[in-house]
């Protein structure tokens, strides 16, 4: 299913070059390599450089699952294929917690 799936974004140029997390060979290493030589090549030229940098690893954690459902569509995925993902969201639940030393937090997300 995963192979499909990928197929039928890469032929129908769904995904950026960009998005290195969710193709093939394309690994966080290759990020890393692409920006370093940007910098690089930036300073060579007596550019400056900023930068800002985000943590959203856990942000797929407050998808809502009909967004991705209505998602997968405008991606053509439709029929069983739809049905095949939707029913392995449906149901599932993620929970986090943080702590500090004065609050506990818990965030509860999914259908």
Same mark, same amino acid.
């Given at each position: 299913?995963?192979?499909?799936?990928?197929?039928?974004?890469?032929?129908?140029?769904?995904?950026?070059?960009?998005?290195?997390?969710?193709?093939?060979?394309?690994?966080? #290493?290759? *990020?890393?390599?692409?920006?370093?030589?940007? %910098? $690089?090549?930036?300073?060579?030229?007596?550019?400056?450089?900023? @930068? +800002?940098?985000?943590?959203? #690893?856990? *942000?797929?954690?407050?998808?809502?699952?009909? %967004? $991705?459902?209505?998602?997968?569509?405008?991606?053509?995925?439709? @029929? +069983?294929?739809?049905?095949?993902?939707?029913?392995?969201?449906?149901?599932?639940?993620?929970?986090?917690?943080?702590?500090?030393?004065?609050?506990?937090?818990?965030?509860?997300?999914?259908?």
């Amino acid at each position: 299913m995963q192979s499909r799936l990928f197929k039928l974004l890469h032929n129908n140029n769904i995904l950026r070059r960009e998005q290195y997390g969710f193709q093939m060979k394309l690994t966080a #290493e290759n *990020a890393t390599y692409k920006l370093i030589n940007e %910098i $690089l090549n930036a300073l060579k030229n007596k550019l400056m450089v900023g @930068g +800002i940098f985000c943590d959203i #690893e856990k *942000a797929f954690d407050c998808v809502s699952h009909d %967004i $991705l459902t209505l998602k997968l569509e405008t991606c053509r995925i439709t @029929g +069983i294929d739809k049905e095949l993902h939707q029913s392995y969201l449906k149901g599932r639940y993620q929970r986090v917690l943080t702590y500090n030393k004065t609050h506990h937090y818990s965030l509860l997300t999914g259908h």
